[in-house]
């Protein structure tokens, strides 16, 4: 078998290719053509080590016909090996992200011997089902944004490796794109995701579930970049100048088109505000009054408050196509400026005292005005406008509190309006558009 694995750099080379991932470019950098001298001791091109999986008491499990060898040993034994070896580690030291996913934890439940495979004589490179297969371990959560995360990573792994070439005298990638429509993508949980309509943009059919495959031979093996290995990962504490979108343009152009959408800018129309509606957590306190207040100076513009949680993703990629201003709260719901069309602007409330950038720098990427600011504390909030206080929460209280939790977020009418303002005055010239800008 050749079973190709994709991931970080950091964490893993693979056996020809390592994934460099930054905010604006994928790297390819190629270590030499795997071969038995390289990360599991096989004979090459004889019996390789072809995945098995089993179910046992009803559940999967997964073996294959390797066995592996200690690099840090074999480097300390003879340290001219050290060179050759440099970009590859031991299996047990590959990273590990977020709600336990990536190649490490992956390869954790795998049971790599020969021994334990017979090996190779039931199971090998002749005697198995001839197909790729990726099998994608996901986060445990709903969360839009890192649902959205794991699907762009998962395409990315299968366009590096049919981007790449191998080294062979054809110059042939290591997945055509004859090969890439045949891999069937495997969940490895049953839970539904928020996403999960979009995932045949992948490979172009649907992804199965692992629950739901019998005991098999496969052939060759794909493991996909982790959703929390994504770029949008490595700066979201930081402020960020990235000005190149070319990795996210195709993606969204390919969401769209699955929708049966088209993905264009919008620049005639009136001004469209939408504002996301949270019903538990980190609510816009007094918004129907802040929106009553800017209809005053706005009198041509739309304003729609809107609760994407309770419509069909189709829906939501409706409004959000028809939307010129897109305000809301810190969180994961800010996703959906993701698909926003050309040139709109982003307005984004922050939770006091937090500071993170991750929808910040995906604006400057897509090169979308953006505009924010943070609220006032609760208690300031209550003690300036005569509010009653509830029980005062004890230090320790406070400490656990996470901005996560808290239930809304206080805005001054004037703040609200001033911040609201400037980003609708900032469309007002979009396109054919033309107008002066209000004063408010």
């Given at each position: 078998?050749?079973?190709?694995?994709?991931?970080?750099?950091?964490?893993?080379?693979?056996?020809?290719?390592?994934?460099?991932?930054?905010?604006?470019?994928?790297?390819?950098?190629?270590?030499?053509?795997?071969?038995?001298?390289?990360?599991?001791?096989?004979?090459?091109?004889?019996?390789?080590?072809?995945?098995?999986?089993?179910?046992?008491?009803?559940?999967?499990?997964?073996?294959?016909?390797?066995?592996?060898?200690?690099?840090?040993?074999?480097?300390?034994?003879?340290?001219?090996?050290?060179?050759?070896?440099?970009?590859?580690?031991?299996?047990?030291?590959?990273?590990?992200?977020?709600?336990?996913?990536?190649?490490?934890?992956?390869?954790?439940?795998?049971?790599?011997?020969?021994?334990?495979?017979?090996?190779?004589?039931?199971?090998?490179?002749?005697?198995?089902?001839?197909?790729?297969?990726?099998?994608?371990?996901?986060?445990g959560n709903n969360n839009i944004w890192h649902k959205l995360l794991e699907m762009w990573q998962t395409k990315l792994t299968l366009d590096a490796l049919q981007m790449t070439d191998y080294g062979s005298s054809l110059g042939q990638p290591y997945l055509t794109a004859a090969a890439r429509k045949e891999v069937q993508v495997v969940f490895e949980d049953d839970a539904e995701g928020p996403v999960d309509s979009l995932w045949s943009i992948v490979t172009g059919s649907e992804?199965?579930?692992?629950?739901?495959?019998?005991?098999?031979?496969?052939?060759?093996?794909?493991?996909?970049?982790?959703?929390?290995?994504?770029?949008?990962?490595?700066?979201?504490?930081?402020?960020?100048?990235?000005?190149?979108?070319?990795?996210?343009?195709?993606?969204?152009?390919?969401?769209?088109?699955?929708?049966?959408?088209?993905?264009?800018?919008?620049?005639?129309?009136?001004?469209?505000?939408?504002?996301?509606?949270?019903?538990?957590?980190?609510?816009?306190?007094?918004?129907?009054?802040?929106?009553?207040?800017?209809?005053?100076?706005?009198?041509?513009?739309?304003?729609?408050?809107?609760?994407?949680?309770?419509?069909?993703?189709?829906?939501?990629?409706?409004?959000?196509?028809?939307?010129?201003?897109?305000?809301?709260?810190?969180?994961?719901?800010?996703?959906?400026?993701?698909?926003?069309?050309?040139?709109?602007?982003?307005?984004?409330?922050?939770?006091?005292?937090?500071?993170?950038?991750?929808?910040?720098?995906?604006?400057?990427?897509?090169?979308?005005?953006?505009?924010?600011?943070?609220?006032?504390?609760?208690?300031?909030?209550?003690?300036?406008?005569?509010?009653?206080?509830?029980?005062?929460?004890?230090?320790?209280?406070?400490?656990?509190?996470?901005?996560?939790?808290?239930?809304?977020?206080?805005?001054?009418?004037?703040?609200?309006?001033?911040?609201?303002?400037?980003?609708?005055?900032?469309?007002?010239?979009?396109?054919?558009?033309?107008?002066?800008?209000?004063?408010?």
């Amino acid at each position: 078998m050749t079973m190709r694995v994709a991931t970080n750099y950091t964490a893993l080379n693979t056996y020809s290719t390592s994934l460099i991932i930054t905010s604006s470019i994928v790297k390819m950098d190629l270590a030499r053509r795997w071969s038995s001298s390289q990360l599991l001791t096989v004979t090459w091109p004889a019996l390789l080590g072809v995945l098995v999986i089993r179910r046992l008491k009803d559940k999967m499990s997964w073996s294959m016909n390797c066995q592996l060898r200690n690099l840090t040993t074999e480097i300390a034994l003879d340290p001219s090996k050290a060179a050759n070896l440099k970009l590859f580690r031991n299996v047990d030291k590959f990273k590990k992200y977020f709600y336990e996913t990536g190649v490490g934890t992956q390869l954790k439940r795998w049971n790599i011997s020969r021994e334990a495979n017979d090996n190779g004589k039931s199971c090998n490179t002749k005697k198995n089902d001839k197909k790729y297969t990726m099998f994608v371990r996901r986060e445990g959560n709903n969360n839009i944004w890192h649902k959205l995360l794991e699907m762009w990573q998962t395409k990315l792994t299968l366009d590096a490796l049919q981007m790449t070439d191998y080294g062979s005298s054809l110059g042939q990638p290591y997945l055509t794109a004859a090969a890439r429509k045949e891999v069937q993508v495997v969940f490895e949980d049953d839970a539904e995701g928020p996403v999960d309509s979009l995932w045949s943009i992948v490979t172009g059919s649907e992804p199965v579930r692992l629950s739901t495959l019998s005991d098999t031979c496969l052939g060759d093996v794909i493991l996909p970049l982790v959703g929390t290995s994504s770029p949008f990962w490595i700066g979201v504490w930081d402020d960020m100048d990235c000005k190149s979108a070319y990795l996210i343009d195709p993606f969204i152009r390919d969401i769209y088109t699955h929708l049966g959408m088209t993905y264009k800018e919008r620049t005639t129309e009136n001004t469209v505000v939408t504002i996301i509606n949270r019903t538990t957590t980190r609510q816009i306190f007094n918004i129907d009054s802040h929106i009553a207040k800017l209809k005053i100076t706005f009198r041509d513009t739309k304003f729609q408050i809107v609760d994407f949680s309770t419509i069909s993703l189709r829906e939501q990629f409706e409004i959000i196509s028809q939307t010129d201003v897109l305000i809301g709260a810190m969180g994961a719901r800010m996703t959906h400026m993701f698909f926003l069309p050309k040139q709109s602007t982003v307005v984004e409330i922050m939770a006091p005292g937090a500071h993170y950038t991750g929808f910040r720098n995906l604006a400057k990427m897509r090169k979308l005005p953006y505009f924010t600011a943070h609220g006032t504390p609760e208690d300031e909030w209550k003690v300036a406008h005569g509010a009653q206080n509830d029980a005062r929460e004890s230090e320790s209280e406070m400490e656990r509190r996470h901005w996560q939790n808290d239930k809304y977020l206080y805005l001054t009418e004037e703040q609200f309006v001033a911040l609201a303002g400037a980003a609708i005055n900032a469309q007002l010239n979009r396109g054919t558009r033309s107008a002066d800008v209000k004063p408010y």
